[in-house]
């Protein structure tokens, strides 16, 4: 299906300006120029078969439309109020609708760990379900102490869903008290699950699974998600929540739980599904869990539920982000003050902080624990992706022709547009599921493109869950040519069938005479290694070192052929860098760099050196930064992007310094600037829709995968 807009077209199709989107974007000052475009046509339909051969997208004239992104509504009035036209963005054709389904195994955990991820769908005006394992009934105390109330799991659970509904009606019309219709719905072997739509936004829904929750962090507790997973217990029993008009008690069997969530997702028939980390790692001192024991093993049956749904004909390709829970916690915070600020506000209303608007129901119209600390433990100041913040899944081939890969249904899927080309062909999905999201892409010497990420195995029941890196190459040189069968590199971990590994996704610099090196973060918070010789063979693993590292490390290769690594700690980065081309990475270096928020990218600099340049953000601000290296530490003082526009996670700019810079604004949606024009104060253009992971910049345009699944591709401004 055509992807690009016409090469000649971008001065005409682009960019209405106006100062107003400012107040969406940018915390503080906006001293840059910023302007809205519409959505880049996508690659494929998301109901479509896998398939290379092109298709037509309908003319803006032609497509059935769907309502415009809730955000546009305000600026409009804003901009009619200062006597000028605001810049709405354009309606997507309704085939072109994300669905977004989110499982998570508490009340709360969706709002402390995944917004403003939430929101920026909400005000998108796509559908977008909220899934709930466990009644996180706890004590069943609503209350800051233990003994001011009496015990009441059933209540305590009511007042987390009336928390609930107050949030997300307060996101999604303005109001807390916006009504929700309750209703049940059918579940496996006989029992029921609460479907809560919230009347003004019917697109908007809620799925209540109401199971016992731990009631522990990390004690032992068999009758829970982790001791069904494990066989400690044959079945989990249901904790209903007071005024649930789920009628009757049940149990649950692990494959009753796996069949219960797999149905879920084959109703509402995602795009997108949001869940968080299965894999968090443990303290290596205790051996203690790093994250809850619910949002672990609540994790992992989402995992086996998808898989199970990838297996299922004719439904959409569905994209997944994870995100980190608890372990956010000691890290750099990412979100600038406006985001953390709406956040924290939804969090109050969830808490019901100020005791007013009663719900008229005796155990409370809010969860009383969190009121006492909404913030959490620094929760509302940051959201961090587990998995899947890789700025090099593009690829260019040695004619010219572009290749893009991501995860899709546990496959990767592929993309490609031919050189001198405007149209994107794909997606294609390869053999072998499971992957994780989140892949890197290197081109080798000869011409033929490898693809790298991690792989959770499901096959081998609960003592054999265990994820581990894996490869796969094109068998030719070609631009199409076949890929090859995945091959496991294995995982540098010890008793890694405990599940408990927190590996980070891979990065892979190749040298000019074949060699590569893998190199990814290990649960011991350091880097560690493969290296590939030339004759194809894979060394052992070796540690590289380093401390307190966390985030997934970057590569890069410099135009002499010397290969560079930058791991973020929570105070500074750290470097690796060979000393001679082809030559071992030696580290690790302090570079001498602040603190970030420890999402990086990396791309060979323009500098007549040959170095290369990383790109990061400045905690609490989303600003963007970037150093240069010619070796391993900055060649000057990092720079300061002034005027840029807030928001988090990686920053990527074209290789060589030429192209497209592109990085996730506040409001979610993709921002772009040409790189060397304006210095150091990009020319922002906002893009009008939803992706996931990272965008990809190069010299022809940028690349992201939206939340309906498919290659968005904006072209560079010529």
């Keep these: 299906m055509p992807v690009s807009r016409p090469a000649a077209a971008p001065s005409s199709r682009r960019r209405v300006v106006t100062p107003l989107v400012t107040a969406v974007l940018v915390a503080g000052t ?14 494929s339909a998301p109901d479509s078969a896998p398939s290379s051969a092109p298709s037509s997208v309908p003319s803006p004239a032609q497509a059935p439309t769907a309502a415009a992104p809730k955000a546009a509504a305000p600026k409009a009035a804003a901009a009619e109020a200062a006597g000028s036209k605001a810049p709405e963005v354009p309606p997507r054709p309704a085939h072109q609708r994300a669905s977004v389904l989110q499982i998570v195994a508490h009340p ?87 479907l809560d739509t919230l009347r003004a936004e019917p697109h908007v829904t809620l799925v209540w699974v109401q199971m016992k929750e731990a009631g522990s962090t990390n004690g032992d507790s068999p009758h829970s998600l982790n001791g069904l997973w494990h066989g400690r217990v044959p079945a989990l029993a249901s904790q209903r929540a007071a005024g649930t008009p789920v009628a009757a008690d ?44 619910d949002h672990l093993y609540g994790a992992r049956f989402a995992q086996a539920a998808l898989d199970r749904y990838a297996r299922v004909p004719g439904h959409p390709h569905v994209g997944v982000q994870n995100y980190l829970g608890y372990p956010t916690t000691t890290l750099p915070h990412t979100l600038d003050p406006e985001t953390s600020g709406e956040k924290l506000k939804t969090l109050k209303t969830y808490s019901w902080l100020d005791r007013v608007n009663d719900c008229g129901t005796a155990a409370g119209c809010g969860d009383l624990k969190v009121a006492v600390r909404p913030t959490g433990n620094g929760w509302t ?68 493109i490898a693809v790298f990420g991690t792989r959770t195995r499901l096959d081998g029941g609960p003592a054999e869950y265990r994820r581990e890196v894996v490869t796969a190459e094109r068998t030719t040189a070609g631009p199409e040519g076949p890929f090859g069968p995945w091959r496991s590199l294995g995982t540098p971990e010890r008793g890694d069938a405990a599940g408990t590994s927190d590996i980070s996704a891979p990065t892979v610099t190749v040298g000019r005479d074949g060699r590569a090196t893998l190199v990814l973060r290990d649960s011991a918070h350091r880097l560690t290694a493969r290296e590939q010789g030339t004759d194809g063979t894979w060394g052992p693993w070796r540690v590289l070192g380093g401390a307190d590292v966390y985030g997934d ?23 690796w860098a060979a000393r001679r081309p082809g030559g071992p990475l030696v580290g690790p270096t302090p570079t001498g760099l602040p603190p ?21 953000r400045k905690p609490s601000s989303g600003d963007l930064r970037s150093a240069d290296f010619s070796g391993t530490g900055p060649v000057s003082p990092y720079r300061e992007l002034t005027g840029g526009v807030a928001g988090f996670g990686p920053v990527s700019g074209a290789t060589g310094g030429e192209g497209m810079l592109a990085v996730r604004s506040r409001t979610g949606f993709l921002a772009t600037a040409p790189l060397g024009r304006g210095g150091t104060r990009p020319q922002w253009s906002l893009e009008g829709f939803l992706f996931s992971g990272a965008p990809d910049a190069g010299r022809e345009g940028v690349a992201a995968i939206g939340l309906d699944g498919r290659l968005h591709w904006t072209p560079a401004i010529r």
């Design 381 to 448: 100041s940051t959201v961090r992706y587990a998995r899947g913040t890789s700025t090099t899944w593009v690829q260019r081939d040695r004619t010219g022709g572009l290749h893009a890969f991501a995860v899709l249904d546990g496959h990767l899927a592929t993309w490609r547009k031919p050189a001198g080309g405007d149209t994107w062909h794909g997606p294609e999905l390869q053999p072998g599921g499971g992957l994780d999201s989140g892949v890197t892409s290197v081109l080798r010497p000869d011409g033929r």
């Design 250 to 293: 049940f149990t649950y069997t692990k494959d009753q739980v796996v069949d219960v969530i797999t149905g879920i997702l084959e109703r509402f028939r995602p795009t997108f599904v949001r869940m968080q980390d299965p894999s968090p790692g443990t303290y290596p001192g205790s051996g203690k869990l790093r994250d809850h024991q």
């Design 596 to 616: 970030t928020t420890l999402a990086l990218s990396a791309t060979p600099a323009t500098d007549a050196d040959g170095g290369v340049r990383l790109w990061f």
């Design 108 to 194: 709360d955990d969706d709002l402390f760990f995944m917004n403003p991820d939430i929101s920026q769908s909400l005000r998108s005006g796509n559908p977008l379900t909220s899934v709930y394992l466990t009644s996180g009934e706890a004590d069943g105390m609503n209350a800051a102490k233990r003994g001011v109330v009496a015990p009441d799991k059933a209540g305590y659970a009511e007042a987390r869903q009336n928390g609930i509904r107050a949030a997300y009606a307060e996101m999604a019309t303005g109001s807390r008290t916006s009504p929700w219709d309750r209703t049940t719905i059918p579940t496996v072997g006989g029992a029921s699950a609460e």
């Design 30 to 43: 906006f001293a840059g120029l910023l302007s809205v475009t519409a959505s880049p046509a996508p690659a």
């Design 553 to 575: 490390p970057v590569a890069a290769t410099d135009s002499s052929g010397r290969g560079y690594v930058f791991a973020s700690t929570p105070k500074t980065v750290l470097v």
